[in-house]
């Protein structure tokens, strides 16, 4: 399984896994953001300057099963980092039934490398408390560190 860089095509399968996501912290949350979105995520998605979303297909037929967000944003240099870029990554969501098999790890290695591609030399993101250790894995640390 090799994720793929989305397209305005996934938006509405993107917006799924987000609910997905959101519906793991607040499991009645409203729908009605969903529409602005996939909106949104077609949106960005055409224009892939600073964002790029990695995604699993559904292995039977159509469908998103997982996807990781990279976006960055201009920074300015300091004392620790002269690069021009920050990364963060967002939007890591995996379907139920598709958790444990590595999908969440491909898409947000995906997200990482392309983002150090794009110029970050630091890439944050906030992992929820029963991912640490798959970010971890993949090289990220407490801020602190």
């Known amino acids: 399984m090799t994720p793929r860089r989305a397209t305005p095509d996934d938006a509405a399968g993107l917006t799924q896994l987000r609910l997905i996501m959101?519906?793991?912290?607040?499991?009645?949350?409203?729908?009605?953001?969903?529409?602005?979105c996939e909106a949104a995520f077609a949106r960005a998605l055409a224009e892939q300057e600073s964002m790029a979303v990695f995604v699993v297909d559904h292995p039977d037929g159509p469908g998103l099963i997982a996807s990781a967000m990279g976006?960055?944003?201009p920074s300015l240099p300091g004392?620790?980092?002269?690069?021009?870029?920050s990364?963060?990554?967002g939007s890591v969501a995996t379907d139920p039934d598709h958790r444990r098999?590595?999908?969440?790890?491909?898409?947000?290695?995906?997200?990482?490398d392309w983002l150090v591609d794009e110029g970050c030399e630091r890439v944050r993101?906030?992992?929820?408390p029963d991912a640490t250790a798959l970010y971890a894995a993949l090289g990220f640390a407490p801020r602190d560190t």
């Open 71 to 73: 976006v960055w944003h």
């Open 79 to 85: 004392p620790t980092t002269t690069a021009m870029r």
């Open 101 to 112: 098999r590595g999908h969440a790890r491909a898409c947000v290695a995906a997200a990482r």
């Open 87 to 89: 990364g963060e990554i």
């Open 22 to 36: 959101h519906q793991a912290v607040k499991p009645h949350c409203g729908l009605d953001w969903m529409p602005a």
């Open 125 to 128: 993101l906030t992992p929820a």
